[in-house]
């Protein structure tokens, strides 16, 4: 296991009065360093933070967002859950999944609720909300992803104002 | 309806930084606060009858006074794992009033007397929790957060910890298991989080915008916060309002304005020539009301007059375009997903629900199987750990007590189809074959 690493982990270990508590973040660094929740990162956090590598991967299995099994390195997580499918999120993450087809760098995935309901239909990519997308915003998206810019600037989460403007500022 | 407390300044560029958040007057409702007893800062949250904003809607106050006295640890949970769906008020104030959450925190600590504070935020919000990490090495730096805050002799230490995506990491038991690194099961409950909560301590757990809700109180004083609102639900809220409306998005409310100027007079109501059908008042969990009920008034107690709740206070407008069935299936598959699994009721009440929506659509269904998923519904309420099978049986059961007659329809419709498929094939294998010649 590389240094960066077990530092990171021991880190969010001394964050908590019981070191266990460490163990999402943990997991969450050994991810990133991975690419999944493999046995052999799984090992290595348990390892690191003094456990059993059965109770990290009974952890690894609960949390939607820890991949157990190997997955691409761009996560486009797609929300399908009400307010998004009521404005066609199902249709969305069809057109998404196809058009990602085939390549291995995409781990497209419906997802629930994510909280951002007021851009519906929207997706995270990368961890960047972006919406209200349309069909034809999916090769815009998925290329930006692809050269490394940044996603559908004018479609982020961030730059959207408040939709309470009554009395603004 | 103008009250705007929470949202006064909410995008005002750089609000998320403490030089702006200071000049517009962050930190004084703290320095206000420490010049005060504990028991006196206590007084006032009671006082304003400020009532819990994450969807259970009980009184901050007295949850506070819950916790022991004494000199043992004590922790204080910010509750930030915002994920009912339909909701997304604290994923707005974390992103653009950090230091907001930040200072209502600090003072809620010193209220309780907690020592230890943790904010889980649900993993998926990313920008938001960088947001909060940065806002929190500021209010150290300025000794808003940390050891003698502002020379007092109040400590209080904080961590932002990220969750990995799980809907019941929002319950709060389910919460306290996934801070200390397990699973996120709900634990029996008592003993109540107040006495064993986080480490076996006493713990105080409250939503993001009732926290954030605490500097204004202390600023306007209880008594005068309390003025607004109705009676029993004082104040303003955040509502998020999504689905088939014009204008989605977060608005600050006065509790008790007239549902219909939420969904019509600030969301613009459903598109052009659509109706509402039926909308969910507080999240996904909230049984649904129908066109009818857009007069009830959007407070905690009208709604659960009208055999409701506020919840969360996520409104989401269906119209008459969506069938009843899809938008039913939608949400028991949320809840499938989303159960832990340990408790029998809510782990298969949930399964079978969806099993047998998906017959109605289907047309394996029988009328009868209403009342199986009405009954159904009824065994799973009161008879959990914790409320996430409720809140599947609570919205299905709604559904099929109001819209009955349309998911008769959708089985006769399915079953009709069906029976013509099924008679179908002969002839039209006949004519395949035909068209081909080899007949």
């Known amino acids: 296991m590389t240094a960066e690493l077990r530092a990171e982990i021991e880190a969010h270990m001394a964050l908590y009065p019981e070191r266990r508590s460490a163990a999402l973040p943990a997991l969450q660094a050994a991810q990133r360093v991975h690419g999944w929740c493999s046995p052999e990162a799984i090992e290595e956090v348990a390892d690191v ?5 059965a109770s990290l991967e009974a952890v690894a299995t609960f949390y939607d967002m820890l991949e157990t099994e190997p997955v691409g390195r761009h996560s486009v997580y797609v929300c399908t859950n009400i307010s998004c499918s009521l404005c066609g999120a199902d ?11 085939g390549d291995p760098d995409f781990n497209v995935r419906p997802f629930e609720c994510l909280g951002a309901c007021d851009i519906a239909p929207m997706a995270s990519v990368d961890g960047v909300y972006v919406g209200p997308l349309s069909l034809g915003d999916v090769p815009a998206l998925l290329d930006d992803v692809r050269t490394g810019r940044p996603v559908l600037p004018e479609k982020q989460l961030a730059r959207r104002p408040c939709a309470d403007l009554e009395d603004g500022s | 309806m103008s009250a705007k407390l929470l949202l006064r300044d909410i995008d005002e560029p750089g609000l998320n930084t403490l030089s702006v958040y200071e000049r517009r007057g962050g930190y004084a409702s703290l320095r206000k606060a420490l010049q005060m007893a504990p028991e006196d800062v206590l007084a006032e949250l009671e006082a304003s009858g400020l009532r819990g904003r994450g969807g259970a809607g009980f009184a901050m106050g007295k949850k506070v006074s819950f916790l022991p006295k004494g000199s043992m640890d004590k922790y204080l949970v910010c509750n930030a794992d915002e994920s009912e769906p339909g909701t997304f008020k604290d994923r707005e104030l974390m992103q653009k009033s950090p230091h907001m959450l930040l200072e209502g925190l600090v003072i809620a600590s010193y209220a309780a007397g907690a020592t230890r504070s943790f904010i889980y935020i649900r993993g998926e919000y990313v920008l938001q929790a960088d947001m909060l990490d940065a806002a929190l090495g500021e209010a150290r730096e300025a000794g808003y957060v940390g050891e003698q805050i502002l020379g007092s002799e109040h400590s209080l230490s904080l961590v932002v910890h990220r969750g990995a995506g799980a809907y019941i990491c929002g319950e709060e038991t389910g919460l306290l298991d996934s801070l200390e690194g397990k699973r996120g099961n709900p634990r029996l409950k008592p003993p109540f989080p107040a006495n064993q909560g986080l480490y076996q301590g006493p713990t105080l757990i409250n939503n993001v915008e009732t926290l954030s809700t605490v500097p ?3 600023r306007m004083g209880g008594a005068e916060y309390a003025k607004l609102g109705t009676e029993t639900s004082t104040g303003t809220k955040l509502v998020s309002i999504s689905g088939h409306v014009r204008r989605p998005g977060n608005y600050e409310i006065e509790l008790g304005i007239p549902s219909r100027e939420i969904v019509y007079g600030l969301a613009g109501g459903p598109p052009q020539g659509r109706e509402v059908k039926c909308w969910f008042p507080g999240g996904s969990s909230s049984p649904v009301l129908t066109a009818e009920d857009l007069d009830v008034p959007y407070d905690f107690d009208s709604l659960a007059k009208a055999g409701t709740m506020l919840g969360s ?20 598959k949320f809840y499938r997903h989303e159960s832990c699994g340990k408790c029998t009721p809510c782990r298969e009440g949930t399964n079978w629900t969806v099993e047998m929506l998906e017959r109605i659509d289907s047309g394996e269904a029988t009328p009868m199987d209403l009342d199986i998923m009405t009954s159904v519904c009824e065994h799973i309420i009161g008879n959990c750990l914790c409320v996430l099978g409720d809140a599947m049986a609570m919205p299905i059961g709604s559904m099929i007590a109001k819209f009955r007659p349309e998911f008769e329809a959708h089985i006769e419709a399915a079953r009709a189809h069906n029976d013509l498929v099924l008679a179908r094939p002969a002839a039209v294998h006949e004519g395949a074959l035909l068209a081909q010649g080899a007949v």
């Open chain 1, 49 to 53: 933070m003094g456990v059993t590598p």
């Open chain 1, 91 to 101: 249709e969305l993450y069809q057109a998404m999944r196809t058009a990602a087809e």
């Open chain 2, 313 to 332: 206070g996520a409104i989401i407008v269906i119209d008459d375009s969506t069938p009843i069935v899809e938008l039913a299936l939608k949400v028991a």
């Open chain 2, 216 to 218: 204004t109180i202390i």
